[in-house]
């Protein structure tokens, strides 16, 4: 499976251990930046990896800011993008058992880089359990379909 990681500058040295670790689990890695430790912006890098995830290019991507929240904004923007913002293991698991969550979204700033690497296994390896989780996405696609069609949605 590919994966699209990026990150901003206060998340890059976080996001440089996860690309190893991805690719030591046998992941395929798009690596959409930043690739240094100076300011950048995290909207252009949380764009990047959305919208490879929102036209289906990529399955799954892994965002990392300082703590999450803008690169969350960001990424739920594009249609068909659901990121979650785990900073436990609990909240990975259940992103993907319940939402079905197509991005990770990580708090470079805030959780420390061996919990990162058991968030992200526990995230890449936790399936999508379906049933009457299904009927809730289903009605997710349907408000992201109705606010397009009513002018609420940018892209």
């Known amino acids: 499976m590919k994966i699209a990681i990026g990150s901003d500058h206060a998340g ?3 996001k440089t251990q ?5 690719a030591s689990l046998g992941y395929e890695i798009t690596d959409c ?3 240094r430790p100076e300011s950048v912006d995290y ?3 949380g764009e990047k990896v959305a919208s490879l995830i929102s036209s289906a290019a990529i399955e799954r991507g892994i965002l990392i800011c300082g703590t999450g929240i803008g690169m969350s904004i ?3 923007k594009f249609p068909g993008v659901r990121a979650a913002l785990c900073n436990d293991l609990f909240s990975a698991r259940m992103s993907r058992l319940h939402n ?9 700033r805030i959780i420390g880089q061996d919990l990162a690497a058991e968030i992200v296994r ?3 390896s936790t399936p999508f359990e379906g049933n009457r989780h299904l009927n809730r996405l289903i009605k997710i696609k349907k408000i992201e379909e109705n606010c397009k069609t009513h002018g609420m949605q940018g892209s």
């Not at 996860?18 to 991805?22: I, N, R, S, T």
């Not at 079905?100 to 470079?108: H, M, S, T």
């Open 12 to 14: 890059f040295g976080l």
């Open 18 to 22: 996860v690309v190893q670790l991805a």
């Open 33 to 35: 930046g930043t690739d």
């Open 43 to 45: 909207p252009d890098y």
């Open 74 to 76: 960001v990424a739920n």
């Open 100 to 108: 079905d969550a197509n991005i990770l979204v990580l708090g470079g």
């Open 122 to 124: 526990v995230w890449l």
